[in-house]
T-cell receptor
Framework: ETGVTQTPRHLVMGMTNKKSLKCEQHLGHNAMYWYKQSAKKPLELMFVYNFKEQTENNSVPSRFSPECPNSSHLFLHLHTLQPEDSALYLC??????????????FGPGTRLTVT | GENVEQHPSTLSVQEGDSAVIKCTYS??????FPWYKQELGKRPQLIIDIRSNVGEKKDQRIAVTLNKTAKHFSLHITETQPEDSAVYFC??????????FGKGTSLLVTP
């Protein structure tokens, strides 16, 4: 698969588990994003990274911890989640540093269910 | 921060008719306004975008108009087809680093 890939595609975890979501982009982009998509808030921005530096944290609870080791990889570490965290987690990337001015390319998402 | 309002939340049209979705934004610094289409079970994909130095942009059956004074922009789809059925999101960029999305419009085109 080319473009933006995400693993796993589906994840079921208990409230006490620790898991990580992975995103990889093969487009040479410099900005990467995490979004949460749920029925309540269809496309909710969580984190933004430009050139591996976090530039935005949209008031996300600390049980979500992002990591961007390089411009091609983005992780979302999850721990002690709540049932209301169940949602589709989408990763996206865009060229250059000012991602807000350019097309964002989305991954297929990870469907997360917290039991 | 930027607040993007999108209307309507659902829209049903007959095949061949036109569909119009409207968005308003609050931050006058926003200068980029994309529209994304998300089909059921698929990822959002850009269908058209417009920058603040342009008032209208067209791509075949899809057009977007922007009124910077009134802070609103609209998506127009003409000659709708069943494959246009999807959720459409508008967005604006308040800070240059990220996009704020509207809540989406679920468009249904009936044959």
């Amino acid at each position: 698969e080319t473009g933006v890939t995400q693993t796993p595609r589906h994840l079921v975890m208990g409230m006490t588990n620790k898991k990580s979501l992975k995103c990889e982009q093969h487009l040479g982009h410099n900005a990467m994003y995490w979004y949460k998509q749920s029925a309540k808030k269809p496309l909710e921005l969580m984190f933004v990274y430009n050139f591996k530096e976090q530039t935005e944290n949209n008031s996300v609870p600390s049980r979500f911890s992002p990591e961007c080791p390089n411009s091609s990889h983005l992780f979302l570490h999850l721990h002690t989640l709540q049932p209301e965290d169940s949602a589709l987690y989408l990763c996206a990337s865009s060229p250059r540093g000012s991602g807000g001015n350019y097309e964002q390319y989305f991954g297929p998402g990870t469907r997360l269910t917290v039991t | 921060g930027e607040n993007v309002e999108q209307h309507p939340s659902t829209l049903s049209v007959q095949e061949g008719d036109s569909a119009v979705i409207k968005c308003t934004y609050s931050d006058s610094a926003s200068n980029y306004f994309p529209w994304y289409k998300q089909e059921l079970g698929k990822r959002p994909q850009l269908i058209i975008d417009i920058r603040s130095n342009v008032g209208e942009k067209k791509d075949q059956r899809i057009a977007v108009t922007l009124n910077k004074t009134a802070k609103h922009f609209s998506l127009h789809i003409t000659e709708t087809q069943p494959e246009d059925s999807a959720v459409y999101f508008c967005a604006a960029n308040p800070s240059g680093y990220a996009l704020n999305f509207g809540k989406g419009t679920s468009l249904l085109v009936t044959p």
